[in-house]
């Protein structure tokens, strides 16, 4: 069982879920497929990434992401940056033959995502992009269904991602309502990971027809850099340009003739992380929520008339990853757990030699369903989706 040094850049709340998966992936996947050593964490400045490697349980810190890259005891990267960074670090770690995992999403545009993905494709490195949501045992599970055709031919898919932290408009104008550092605004931020499970359930997007709205046109300007995701109010201070979309609405056609939808917001006030989809099939139906993640509803068109309708399971050892987290159902998992298991199909692509996904060609490819999201709503118009391989 191999050491594999860690070089984690970004140490808010994204490095919190990546410390965290690091030091407990071994604890539920034992044996192994390799020990993540926690070696170097990079901040903005030495006092914060000195306060990071406290918390986080690093072994050095530095106020320079270069030296990550230039270390050559680092074998992993690890981008927990804002967006605006991914490309810049991703192409010098592939540069440098590092393994790379980038948060979500993988670069502002297509045009940067593309760079990314070329700076990957022809070394001999694991390169992952970080949606951890399709890693929920009962996503994999709606997986395991429709690939052994328990719902037949798929007809159609709604998801949604519903959040209210920035509902309020005197919650700080962060990075992430800012074009030149997130790219978009829930469309990158969230909408991406339901774009990721329709994909991952579903199969490519050929079409999309959308609407992006802006809601809040200004907000309060934030004192420090700290992301705080709408925890604190900006007060009665000067304010700023929201220049970003705050919900995202559009129709999808899928490449094998199912159709579809994606709508996500960050101003939907009670809705606290909701992610659902909903997949209907020649032979039955699946519905998720991630809001009761331990549960996958299931309707099968198979059943006696007098037993027709939605059943409930709830994930556990029987189910995927199962094996490697608790031992009774009912103890259920939460979001800690999802990183845990992403750690660990990460590291074990790196010890095994092979490949992980999504990685970075599905972060590109959901880099050009934004980029025609964005045309589609601009347009007023269906737009076609490019293929990475067309």
Same mark, same amino acid.
């Given at each position: 069982?191999?050491?594999?040094?860690?070089?984690?850049?970004?140490?808010?709340?994204?490095?919190?879920?990546?410390?965290?998966?690091?030091?407990?992936?071994?604890?539920?996947?034992?044996?192994?497929?390799?020990l993540p050593v926690r070696h170097t964490i990079a901040e903005a400045?030495?006092?914060?990434?000195?306060?990071?490697?406290?918390?986080?349980?690093?072994?050095?810190?530095?106020?320079?992401?270069?030296?990550?890259?230039?270390?050559?005891?680092?074998?992993?990267?690890?981008?927990?940056? $804002?967006?605006?960074?991914?490309?810049?670090?991703?192409?010098?770690?592939?540069?440098?033959?590092?393994?790379?995992?980038?948060?979500?999403?993988?670069?502002?545009?297509?045009?940067?995502?593309?760079?990314?993905?070329?700076?990957?494709?022809?070394?001999?490195?694991?390169?992952?992009?970080?949606?951890?949501?399709?890693?929920?045992?009962?996503?994999?599970?709606?997986?395991?269904?429709?690939?052994?055709?328990?719902?037949?031919?798929?007809?159609?898919?709604?998801?949604?991602?519903?959040?209210?932290?920035?509902?309020? $408009?005197?919650? $700080?104008?962060?990075?992430?309502?800012?074009?030149?550092?997130a790219g978009s605004g829930a469309l990158g931020d969230i909408a991406?990971?339901?774009?990721?499970?329709?994909?991952?359930?579903?199969?490519?997007?050929?079409?999309?027809?959308?609407?992006?709205?802006?809601?809040?046109?200004?907000?309060?300007?934030?004192?420090?850099?700290?992301?705080?995701?709408?925890?604190?109010?900006?007060?009665?201070?000067?304010?700023?340009?929201?220049?970003?979309?705050?919900?995202?609405?559009?129709?999808?056609?899928?490449?094998?003739?199912?159709?579809?939808?994606?709508?996500?917001?960050?101003?939907?006030?009670?809705?606290?992380?909701?992610?659902?989809?909903?997949?209907?099939?020649?032979?039955?139906?699946?519905?998720?929520?991630?809001?009761?993640?331990?549960?996958?509803?299931?309707?099968?068109?198979?059943?006696?008339?007098?037993?027709?309708?939605?059943?409930?399971?709830?994930?556990?050892?029987?189910?995927?990853?199962?094996?490697?987290?608790?031992?009774?159902?009912?103890?259920?998992?939460?979001?800690?757990?999802?990183?845990?298991?992403?750690?660990?199909?990460?590291?074990?692509?790196?010890?095994?030699?092979?490949?992980?996904?999504?990685?970075?060609?599905?972060?590109?490819?959901?880099?050009?369903?934004?980029?025609?999201?964005?045309?589609?709503?601009?347009?007023?118009?269906?737009?076609?989706?490019?293929?990475?391989?067309?």
């Open positions: 069982m191999q050491n594999l040094n860690v070089g984690l850049i970004g140490g808010g709340f994204m490095g919190k879920a990546h410390s965290l998966a690091y030091a407990a992936m071994p604890m539920f996947f034992w044996p192994a497929p390799a400045n030495p006092e914060l990434a000195a306060e990071a490697a406290r918390r986080f349980g690093f072994e050095n810190s530095t106020a320079d992401w270069r030296s990550i890259i230039d270390d050559p005891d680092i074998h992993v990267v690890d981008i927990a940056t $804002p967006n605006h960074l991914h490309a810049e670090i991703a192409i010098a770690a592939a540069e440098a033959g590092k393994h790379i995992i980038c948060e979500k999403p993988l670069a502002r545009t297509g045009e940067e995502s593309k760079a990314m993905y070329d700076a990957v494709k022809d070394k001999n490195i694991v390169h992952m992009v970080a949606f951890n949501y399709r890693r929920t045992p009962a996503v994999a599970l709606a997986k395991k269904y429709i690939e052994e055709g328990a719902i037949g031919q798929i007809l159609s898919f709604r998801g949604t991602y519903l959040q209210d932290w920035s509902a309020d $408009p005197n919650s $700080p104008l962060s990075w992430r309502f800012q074009k030149n550092i991406t990971h339901v774009i990721d499970m329709a994909r991952y359930l579903v199969g490519e997007f050929s079409a999309v027809n959308a609407v992006l709205s802006t809601w809040i046109p200004e907000r309060p300007l934030q004192a420090g850099g700290a992301d705080a995701l709408g925890t604190v109010r900006g007060g009665e201070g000067p304010k700023g340009q929201v220049d970003v979309d705050d919900e995202v609405m559009t129709m999808i056609r899928f490449a094998n003739g199912a159709v579809g939808s994606v709508e996500a917001t960050r101003n939907a006030h009670g809705r606290n992380n909701y992610i659902t989809f909903e997949i209907h099939g020649t032979e039955g139906s699946i519905v998720f929520n991630y809001e009761r993640r331990d549960e996958l509803q299931v309707a099968f068109a198979s059943d006696q008339a007098d037993r027709r309708g939605f059943r409930t399971v709830y994930t556990g050892p029987a189910h995927p990853y199962g094996e490697g987290l608790w031992p009774i159902p009912a103890l259920g998992i939460g979001y800690g757990e999802t990183k845990i298991i992403e750690a660990y199909d990460f590291f074990k692509a790196i010890a095994e030699g092979g490949s992980v996904s999504p990685n970075f060609a599905d972060g590109y490819q959901v880099a050009l369903i934004d980029d025609a999201i964005v045309e589609s709503a601009a347009k007023e118009s269906w737009v076609e989706v490019p293929q990475i391989n067309s």
